[in-house]
Each structure stands twice: as C-alpha cells, then as structure tokens.
C-alpha cells in the first residue's frame, strides 16, 4: 500500500503511529496520548510516571529501572523512527542521549524546565493567543512537572488547540 503524502496531514502521521506504538508495546487502545518520560532523578521519574499513568496517558520512560505502573513501559531508547507515533515528551535537561530538535521535529510536545537550552526558541503555549511551542515549569518540584502535563493534556482536547500546537512545534526548527 502506497501512502501519498502530499495529502497525509501530519497529524494523521502521527496517529498512525501511535497505533503502530500501541500494537508494540501493548498500551490499551484507550490511551489518547502517548508520551516519552526522560527524566534523571529516580523519584521524580517514579512520581511523574505513576500520575501520568493515573490520569490515563501512556509513557515510555528512557532508562531507570522496570515498575510494575500500568501503561508505563522502560527502554534503554526510543528508536528515530518511532518518534513520531508520541505526542509529548517529559525532559528534566538531566537526562543525557534526548535529541530535543529531534523530538520537536517529530511534532512532539517539549514539557521541560523554563531554563533550557533552547530557552530563546521555545515558549509557553497560550491556547487564548495561538502562540507557543510547549508547556515550561519554573520549579524542579515533581508537582510542578505534573502540573505541565496536565496543562497540556487540557489544551491537546480541543482540536483547534492541538493542531495549532503542533503546527507551531513542527515550525520551530
């Protein structure tokens, strides 16, 4: 089967392989948004992982040691080419071998510090404005860090809302 891009929107790329996703690592077919947990501290990874699974959204986490948290799964690393199957990723600045440009070029979502390397390119989605690429904590609270993705998972349920935030990801770099 022959895929004509020209006429595939990105965003039904990326459902596409979020299915292809879901069929690899047994995620339910429930999940709306899968997610990428690279975060270097062990508790605040075990904690973002255990709310994240709570609210209902999936993850693989980047390293650290295999837990028994449901639609959360461990590996050493994500494969380039299922990227873009995710829809957001949890990024620390801790955690070495993220290819942050990467992961925006896949259209995922950065929820990461305010302070970062890429401070001058990236800023907070307003979903009022249609502005920003991504949702930023100010404090390395594990709270806070939730408190992004739950930010995110809010903005992504209006449709308008998503695609503008992803047009403005993709556009970044």
Do not use: H
């Not at 975060?39 to 994240?52: A, G, L, N, T, Y």
């Not at 650290?64 to 799964?73: K, M, R, S, V």
């Amino acid at each position: 089967m022959e895929m004509n891009t020209s006429k595939t929107s990105i965003r039904e790329i990326k459902q596409m392989a979020k299915k292809n996703l879901q069929s690899i690592y047994s995620f339910p077919k429930a999940i709306n948004s899968l997610g990428i947990i690279a975060i270097k501290d062990p508790k605040k990874r075990q904690f973002v992982s255990e709310w994240i699974a709570a609210i209902g959204l999936g993850a693989v986490v980047i390293g650290g040691e295999n837990t028994d948290i449901a639609n959360i799964i461990t590996v050493e690393k994500v494969s380039q080419n299922d990227l873009v199957g995710f829809d957001f990723f949890v990024f620390d600045n801790e955690y070495e071998g993220v290819d942050v440009i990467q992961y925006m070029k896949a259209g995922i979502t950065p929820i990461m510090p305010e302070q970062n390397v890429f401070s001058g390119m990236l800023q907070e989605f307003n979903p009022m404005k249609f502005e920003g690429n991504g949702f930023f904590w100010n404090s390395d609270n594990p709270y806070c860090i939730f408190q992004k993705v739950v930010a995110y998972t809010e903005n992504i349920k209006f449709p308008e809302d998503r695609r503008v935030l992803l047009k403005n990801i993709t556009t970044t770099f």
